[in-house]
């Protein structure tokens, strides 16, 4: 309604002063008009009486013309005198006037003026006898404002009444049209905006009319179809890119348990054996009743054992959905370095895990970061072709997220660190591990999805990968995953 009333108030505004200008110069002009004949009337009254002053002085005697002047004076409003120039102040007929009049009058030209204020103001007009020279005698009439002053008066007030009930008509006028062709079109485009903004594109506005407000609603109304139509394809996109994502990491994890095929083989080849051996023990009966129980036994713990390894392997490749939960990330890894431990041994590599340096627990979906975990340990590994040692540790940090707004205040982190002493990673191609395919292995070595599906499931969790490389000296990858706010206040507590 703010709108409407502004609208209101500046129509209003603008009737009133339109309506007062005009009063404003209607008055002024009457005024003028009055003032002008009563001027002709007083300046017509002024000549007549210097001639017949002047014919009655001649004829009859002064005294004759003083006796007229006392006639017309009585009961006329309009008051006539015989006055004269050169004469001192003490004499009945003498006259102030400023010298600019004398000087008019002495020249045989009339002079006007007005005296008194308010009620009492006159208009004063002198003119010379007719045909005296030099001037001496003149003839003045004079003629009160009042009338004219009251009837201003009056006039005021009726304008003032008359503006007062224009204005009210305005108000109304203004108040209905405004209401019903802006404050209501205004705030139903307003609520549509709200219900726009809230999210609900099913509403649609129509506004009566052929007007700029009507044209906004329609253009409102396509841009929800609009809006709908990008919020589908967008659902539809990203249903996609969800699926296309599940799937390369799918395929990530997938070429992982190809590169672990090697090492659980011959991780199962060894209690295969056992069983094997303890089976043709317990079939020849050459052993007692307490040696076969014995070997039944072992057989029985090999079998936990090997169900245990391709039950490991299963959950490593199986597809699921992600579930989010507190957790501790050392058991994660740890897992995932047994897993690894046979394979990193057929390379001569030796994965050291260090103990956590506190609860290290976050928030996280375990068979993802499971993943990643496994994804940096294999790069590992294969960055060392001659073996050597990978380093795993975890910690706790503060840390900003690196690329974020320059106003973001640090966070607590969970590190996980992989520290491998292998060939390294040239600096050319660091701006780019990240990138999907891209891989510096040889064929058959890796995918290239590896470190991209690190980084997209790292970036999920809230957290970011930072690399350390060089050449000829091995790399250093930190996995930041954002801490669980109990284990902060555990740390702060234990501080």
Not at 31 to 36: H, Q
Not at 250 to 266: E, I, K, P, Y
Request: hydrophobic share 45%; glycine share 8%.
């Amino acid at each position: 309604m703010r709108l409407a009333r502004k609208l209101i108030l500046a129509v209003v505004v603008g009737i009133l002063l339109v309506v007062l200008a005009h009063d404003f110069f209607v008055v002024r002009e009457d005024l003028r008009a009055s003032e002008a004949r009563m001027a002709d009337d007083v300046a017509t009254l002024g000549y007549g009486l210097s001639v017949t002053l002047a014919q009655v002085v001649r004829d009859s005697g002064p005294e004759a013309a003083e006796a007229l002047i006392v006639r017309r004076n009585q009961g006329d409003r309009n008051r006539i005198r015989w006055v004269a120039l050169d004469v001192p102040p003490g004499d009945p007929r003498a006259v102030e006037l400023p010298p600019e009049l004398v000087a008019e009058l002495r020249q045989g030209r009339p002079a006007q003026l007005v005296v008194g204020r308010g009620s009492s103001a006159r208009l004063v007009v002198y003119r010379p006898f007719f045909g005296e020279q030099p001037v001496h005698n003149l003839a003045e009439a004079s003629e009160s404002l009042a009338p004219i002053r009251d009837r201003l008066r009056r006039r005021i007030v009726g304008v003032v009444v008359e503006s007062i009930v224009i204005l009210l008509l305005a108000i109304a006028s203004a108040l209905v049209l405004g209401v019903r062709f802006v404050a209501r079109p205004v705030q139903a485009l307003a609520a549509q905006a709200r219900r726009i903004g809230g999210g609900d594109l099913s509403q649609r506005l129509a506004l009566a009319g052929h007007h700029e407000l009507s044209e906004l609603a329609a253009e409102m109304n396509e841009m929800c179809d609009r809006l709908l139509e990008a919020r589908d394809r967008l659902a539809a996109e990203s249903a996609a890119k969800l699926a296309a994502v599940e799937q390369l990491r799918h395929a990530d994890r997938l070429a992982t348990v190809g590169q672990l095929a090697s090492g659980v083989a011959h991780e199962l080849g060894t209690p295969l054996n056992v069983v094997a051996g303890h089976a043709k023990m317990i079939g020849a009966g050459d052993g007692t009743r307490d040696e076969d129980r014995s070997s039944a036994r072992v057989i029985g713990e090999q079998a936990v054992r090997m169900t245990a390894i391709i039950r490991q392997l299963l959950d490593f490749a199986r597809r699921g959905k992600p579930s989010l939960e507190d957790g501790a990330l050392h058991a994660v890894a740890d897992r995932t370095v047994a897993m690894l431990a046979h394979l990193a041994m057929q390379r001569r590599v030796e994965l050291r895990l260090s103990p956590a340096s506190g609860a290290a627990r976050v928030h996280m979906d375990q068979a993802q970061i499971q993943q990643v975990i496994a994804n940096l340990l294999l790069n590992a590994i294969q960055a060392m072709p001659s073996g050597g040692r990978v380093e795993i540790e975890l910690d706790e940090t503060r840390a900003s997220k690196p690329g974020g707004a320059s106003s973001e205040a640090p966070r607590d982190y969970v590190r996980l660190t992989i520290v491998d002493h292998g060939h390294g990673i040239a600096p050319e191609d660091l701006p780019r591990i990240f990138e999907p395919f891209f891989t510096t292995k040889d064929v058959g070595e890796g995918t290239g999805l590896g470190l991209s599906v690190c980084w997209g499931i790292v970036e999920e969790h809230g957290g970011f990968i930072a690399v350390d490389s060089r050449v000829g000296e091995g790399s250093r990858f930190s996995v930041y995953l954002p801490a669980v706010a109990a284990n902060i206040n555990e740390a702060q507590s234990s501080a």
